[in-house]
């Protein structure tokens, strides 16, 4: 049983990588991908028996990524719900290195998309999945998948142009 | 190049950028979970016996039965505390009533409160926690549940540990007095001074407050290294009389005179400090908890793996000053406290977003929980003893 874990443990090491990557994108933060990284870690080793395709690991492990990430996206943090938060000053965040305005705007819009959605982008446009590999790993309908990209997209489009609508700057008499 | 193209150029420009490398702790806490995942309902990084709280103890004079009191009289406020805005106590909302000794072994009978509240009285102190000659409750640290369900209660009359059944006998004290290797200090301050906090393989460090440093012990008590010395700077230590370590080994200890947290390695190594803070317990997947507001007033503040401000709730009717916090095995947060005057509040079950789950006539200086969340362990600020609550399993 240790000798199980311990392979495990060096098996999910390598994949550990691509797993964070992919949350991470959907998630947009580092703890949260983290978090569900985790979850489907151990979920991975509970329905490990039931995985009877070996060359299907990925697909397989890369859906109870997804599941996870739904789970933590749908999890408010805690304390963020029922408390009173109470002001501080904010850290200086500025990143120099995202100075760029579409890319700000790209960020804005996605983090509006519901995770569903936002998995669905991620796999397609990061790994470069076929929207039938989507359909079959995550095991819901091409049509669903189809139409979820579909509306993303949109949304990201709308989102951005939304942004780019001019601020009225009219002060009051 | 259309649109469309650049559109599709800039997306895929933004997925590319972020983090590719998973972190060696997570591979660490799904290591440590892999044979507990049945028992994880929530949260999925490693817990064990948690770490509790801290004390001021300036004012603790209590009327005798006043805890039951309180709770009523809080009653009216107890909702609006955790609704955003300002807190507003007056508001009218259900009273929660009193509930005889006899009825307390079971829930409210009423149906008119969402949070059920229980005597204090319904729990019998385990006297044997302190010798009642002469002590007081500030001469004990607040307690622990070690690894093999056994409580550790610091004692700064004996400087060492008061080791209890979980019933509540003295089943052994353990340490010698003294600043050498392996020796302890626990006095030398007006709050409670020592604690401990254990980790996954049954290894622990002290918070050696006397001597301003912590010692790490292996599971067989073996002294094994320490770290500190008197100073305000980074890894030195004014009165460390907390301690916590998260599940990636990280060592957090609350001063309390500092007021605040530093974090080291298992073995010493300085990491980062956090303030203002009193009492520090660490969660298992590398969130803090303390109870000073950034503005230092006092509440629940939670702080992220990276140090920076998680969130916080102040509580002022329900808990005024909130002295410990207590995790189960589902990650439900305990929390206790005192009045404003020192008498004992209330103790509060939290799930892990805050919801107020039950409140309790059962405040203190420190608690710790079982990991089904079934058996309280409070220090109590009046009588010099820690009282084992038994309560409903969340």
């Known amino acids: 049983m240790q000798g199980d874990e311990d392979a495990y443990t060096g098996l999910m090491a390598i994949a550990g990588d691509r797993l964070l990557a992919i949350a991470y994108r959907i998630l947009r933060d580092l703890h949260r991908a983290e978090d569900a990284v985790q979850t489907a870690l151990l979920g991975a080793w509970r329905d490990l028996p039931m995985l009877h395709d070996p060359d299907r690991f990925e697909a397989w492990l890369t859906r109870i990524l997804i599941r996870a990430c739904y789970l933590e996206a749908n999890r408010d943090r805690r304390w963020t719900t029922n408390m009173r938060v109470l002001p501080v000053d904010a850290p200086a965040m500025s990143d120099p290195t995202s100075v760029v305005a579409d890319r700000d705007r790209l960020d804005r819009g996605f983090r509006r998309l519901p995770t569903d959605q936002r998995a669905i982008v991620v796999l397609h446009h990061y790994l470069g999945w076929s929207q039938a590999e989507i359909a079959e790993a995550l095991e819901i309908p091409l049509g669903t998948v189809k139409s979820r990209l579909f509306y993303a997209t949109r949304a990201l489009r709308a989102a951005i142009e939304a942004d780019d609508r001019p601020i009225t700057t009219e002060r009051p008499a | ?165 979980p019933e509540g006998k003295l089943a052994e004290v353990w340490g010698t007095p003294g600043s050498g290797d392996g020796q302890f200090n626990f006095s030398g301050g007006p709050d409670n001074g020592g604690a401990v906090t254990f980790g996954p393989d049954g290894g622990f460090w002290v ?25 305000s700077a980074d890894g030195e230590f004014s009165y460390p009389n907390y301690i916590s370590v998260d599940t990636v080994g990280t060592v957090f200890v609350a001063d309390d005179k500092r007021h605040d947290i530093q974090g080291f390695t298992s073995d010493g190594q300085y990491l980062r400090s956090l303030k203002p803070a009193s009492f520090v317990t660490a969660t298992g997947d590398g969130y803090v908890l303390t109870s000073i507001l950034p503005d230092g007033r006092p509440g629940l503040v939670e702080y992220k793996p990276d140090g920076s401000y998680q969130g916080g709730m102040d509580m002022p009717d329900l808990m005024p000053v909130p002295q410990g916090t207590a995790y189960d095995a589902q990650g439900n947060i305990y929390a206790v406290g005192l009045t404003s ?39 109590q600020p009046d009588d010099a003893t820690i009282r084992r609550y038994d309560i409903p399993a969340p």
Do not use: C
């Not at chain 2, 509930?99 to 008119?112: A, D, K, N, V």
């Open chain 2, 341 to 379: 005057t020192g008498a004992a509040s209330t103790m509060v079950r939290f799930d892990e977003t805050g919801q107020v789950l039950n409140v309790w006539a059962a405040g203190g200086l420190g608690v710790a929980v079982s990991p089904a969340g079934d058996i309280a362990y409070v220090l």
């Open chain 2, 207 to 231: 918070a050696d407050t006397g001597n301003f440093r912590v010692q790490r012990f292996d599971k067989d008590r073996k002294f094994l290294s320490k770290w500190g010395r008197f100073g």
């Open chain 2, 1 to 165: 190049m259309t649109p469309d193209d650049r559109f599709i150029a800039g997306l895929e420009g933004y997925l590319d950028a972020g983090p590719t490398e998973l972190s060696d702790r997570v591979i660490w806490s799904v290591r440590a979970n892999l044979s507990t995942t049945r028992q994880r309902r929530h949260r999925l990084s490693f817990r064990w016996p948690w770490r509790y709280p801290m004390s001021s103890s300036t004012k603790l004079l209590v009327a005798a039965g006043a805890t039951l009191a309180l709770v009523v009289a809080v009653g009216s406020g107890l909702f609006n505390a955790f609704l955003p805005g300002p807190a507003t106590g007056s508001s009218p909302s259900p009273s929660i009533p009193s509930l005889s000794p006899s009825q307390s072994s079971g829930p409210s009978q009423s149906s008119t409160i969402k949070v059920p509240v229980y005597p204090a009285q319904s729990a019998a102190p385990l006297t044997a926690a302190w010798d009642s000659s002469g002590g007081s409750p500030t001469k004990l640290g607040v307690p622990v549940l070690a690894p093999d369900g056994r409580i550790w209660v610091a004692s700064s009359v004996d400087n060492a540990f008061r080791i209890l059944t």
